[in-house]
T-cell receptor, first 114, second 116 residues
């Protein structure tokens, strides 16, 4: 069975602090894909990143960075120098290779306080 | 990037009436679209997989006669909530993926349904 665990349900940080959102996944498949999505208060879901199971390279995009470690089945997301606009719910998701259904974590609500 | 348009963004209807929600892929063809439901402060729950030209595949526990899905073209899927009741009030989100299975899902902006 597939499972995505986001143990942090809510996080509050002060603006300019760094924050890491944790994601741990479970799957028996060797081919799979991991995603992060952002859901701001307006409700839409914004795609942030996709990583496949064969690519453990970490990625940095501006203030965002992702750390993928297969050994610990984790795909953590770090926001550097957080801003108020980063306040949102962030979802980690897993897609099994060859399948259509995406499994979402419960989401982590991030509040950045000015 | 791929854009998915969902309409309406919010709707209020009376109990017993039906509501139709549209989901369009604007710049790509989607043979498969997905309908999710999200309760407040909860994650997304997959309701059904909409397949172009064929019947939708519903997840366990989702009433197919209540949530009618039609995927008549490669760019349009509709979800009709029939005989809506207050407990159907929720945030409904559609998503689509372009032809590559591993491509990320692109989501519509969601529809907030309130049944009074």
């Amino acid at each position: 069975a597939q499972k995505v665990t986001q143990a942090q349900t809510e996080i509050s940080v002060v603006e300019k602090e760094d924050v890491t959102l944790d994601c741990v996944y479970e799957t028996r498949d060797t081919t799979y894909y991991l995603f992060w999505y952002k859901q701001p208060p307006s409700g839409e879901l914004v795609f942030l990143i996709r990583r496949n199971s064969f690519d453990e390279q970490n990625e940095i995009s501006g203030r965002y960075s992702w750390n993928f470690q297969k050994s610990t089945s984790s795909f953590n997301f770090t926001i550097t120098a957080s801003q108020v606009v980063d306040s949102a719910v962030y979802f980690c998701a897993l897609l099994r290779g060859g399948y259509q259904k995406v499994t979402f974590g419960i989401g982590t609500k991030l509040q950045v306080i000015p | 990037g791929a854009v998915v348009s969902q309409h309406p963004s919010w709707v209020i209807c009376k109990s017993g009436t039906s509501v139709k929600i549209e989901c369009r892929s604007l710049d790509f063809q989607a043979t498969t679209m997905f309908w999710y439901r999200q309760f407040p402060k909860q994650s997304l729950m997959l309701m059904a997989t909409s397949n172009e030209g064929s019947k939708a595949t519903y997840e366990q526990g989702v009433e197919k006669d209540k949530f009618l899905i039609n995927h008549a073209s490669l760019t349009l899927s509709t979800l009709t909530v029939t005989s809506a009741h207050p407990e159907d009030s929720s945030f409904y989100i559609c998503s689509a993926r372009d032809t590559t299975v591993s491509s990320p899902l692109h989501f519509g902006n969601g529809t907030r349904l309130t049944v009074t």
